[in-house]
């Protein structure tokens, strides 16, 4: 049965209407109780006591009260209580005070057990005790009136009754609860009612008949009644093991959190809620909201503290959030230190930026780990439904685009604002095709060799991503990843191609194809702390040391340097990945901060490689570059070397190595695995 308040064990606010109603239900409940169980004559009351029937309908009563039948998308308060059955079956056997009685116990019972609020239990104890008044009377009008002397074995003619008096009974409690659930949400008991009509109906059309079979088969031997009990059973385990799979197929492992899943379910729910209740005639509508929460810096604590400290932080964190919310709402963990946050109904935007403030601020309050006494902080982007999103995904990248917003500001809670998004309509389409062309995997990697410039050795191979359109044919990255960049579907498109990059350069090794593979990162990656995870797994499960691998970093994001950028950098570098500086010279760096980079490499623009022969400029600053980097004690690799000139010179120049079309293009992992193969089997030859 549903619960009225599941969501709060608090006392409504004195006088409010569901105050008035809990109290008019009580009270109405423990008269009916009171007039009930005074009625038990002392003699009744002993022949009951002197009655194993009676004795082993209580203990299914409480057995069942204890331990309800919770079917994949009820609730604890909303699955079958199995007591249900065997209540009835008293009313039926020995008359409402028996079955009062009995019910009583049970509920009291379970409120202790579960140390529930005792208005709940008051609640639960009174609805009961009314609905079995309610079908007792039912019966009474079939001329039906059986007591603990007294007792009724029904016949098969006596089935209408029994399910009028079942029908009664049914109707009185569900009504009686929904009642509550519509005070409490503040929705229409026929909204209420309606919600899992269809389910409450088939759970109690189950429970209840099979209530005159218990009492048959008890007459003619109590020995009976737990064969009638064996197939509860069954059905309980089933349904544990099914709930306890959906759970787990909806849940964090970590912090037990909603997942991503059960979020898109939630929020496609609300959605379409919202859309039902559109108010006519242009009143004021209560928004959909859905926050993104991403930690800040909680890198730096997994790295110096460790994982487990982490994840106990994550734990606490996620503990926090859920309790800054009202009943109703809820906290997600999408993966890493980001959470989302629904709130199927919000005023308006003020609202939703007050309740960002307090999740920020209960993440704000000191606290100890291990020992250790942490300051969280965590930045919040805001996306309100119909304002800025019509659909799930369009509201997680608009709080996403909020949340880089307010991550970059140090603001702290930011609302989108269509004004700070570089997305147009057509960027958001894009976006839509390219997050399922992830799904469907078109996204594919061509790798381009780079080569010594002295000994016309192997020095690496670049991962190049590119997306195998349907129609449009193969479309490069510089066409779909700027706009991916702004969202929260590159970390989806790094982790793929992490994924893919990982796997092929450990094809490559166990088939004596030893070459080191780079990853382009962009800055956005450098958000994400789960990246530095998931490169370590990846390596280790494939057995691949971490110098087969190498990560291109451009120049500029590093360059421009915020804050985040610095940790993850010196996260990865840690792993013992070498790393890259990409399209040097477009962003300006300054020689101490060269100096300072944990990098291995320096990849000169192919703007100033390709005027090289002709600008007499560019040639000076390629070689000052050259000369820079070597004194430093790095590698120079020059991009875009088109022609057998420009690598002869770069060569004179003294650079370390080069790539670009004169050596190879971008080829996909067929010919690169060709080309490779080729390459390995002749010796070197000298490469300009
Ligand atoms: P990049 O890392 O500087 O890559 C070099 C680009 O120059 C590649 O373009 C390559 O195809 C092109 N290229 C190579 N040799 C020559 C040449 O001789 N002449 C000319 N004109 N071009 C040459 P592509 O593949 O279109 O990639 C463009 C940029 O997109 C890359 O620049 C990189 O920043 C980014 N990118 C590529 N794949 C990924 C990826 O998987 N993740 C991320 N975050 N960025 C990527
Ligand atoms: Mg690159
Ligand atoms: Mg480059």
Redesign the pocket.
Known sequence: MKDPNNTRDTLPRRGSPLWIYLVSVIGAGAVVCAIALGGLFRHEFEALLGNPVFWILGCFVLFGELRPIITPGSTETSGAATSTTFVFAALLYAGMPVAILLQVVAAVTYGVFRRRAAHRTAFNVSQYALSITAANIALGGFGVHPSATQVWVPGGSDLIAIACAAVVYFLSNDTLVCGAVALHERVSLVKVLRRDIGYQVLVNLALLSLSPLVVVAMNRSAAFVPLIVLPFIAVYLIASGSVRREHQALHDVLTGLPNRKLLTMRTEAALSEAGHHAPRGGGPQDRVGLFLLDLDRFKEVNDTLGHHTGDRLLQMVAHRLAHSVRPGDLVARLGGDEFAVLLPSVRDGQAAREVAVRLRAALGEPVRVDGVSFDLEGSVGIALHPDHAPDFEMLLQRADVAMYVAKEARSGVEIYSPAKDRNSPARLGMLGDLRRAIDRKELELHF?PKIGLIDGQLVGM????RWRHPEQGLI???QF?PIAEQTYLMRSI?HY?VDCVLTQAATWWREGLTVQVS????GR?LLDSTLTDTIRVGLMERGLPAAMLQL?I?ERILMNEPAYAGDTVGALAELGIPLSL??FGTGYSSLVRLKRLPVEEI?ID?SFVHRLTESCDDAVIVRSVIDLVRTLGLRSVA????DHKTAQLLREMGCDAA????FGR?MDAADATEWLRRRMERAPEPAA
């Open positions: 381009q670049e991962a190049l991503l490069g990255p510089a990843l790094t191609v990853i382009n990162i962009s990656d291109e451009t990409d399209d990849k192919s991009e875009g070397v088109e790539q670009g079309w004169h971008p």
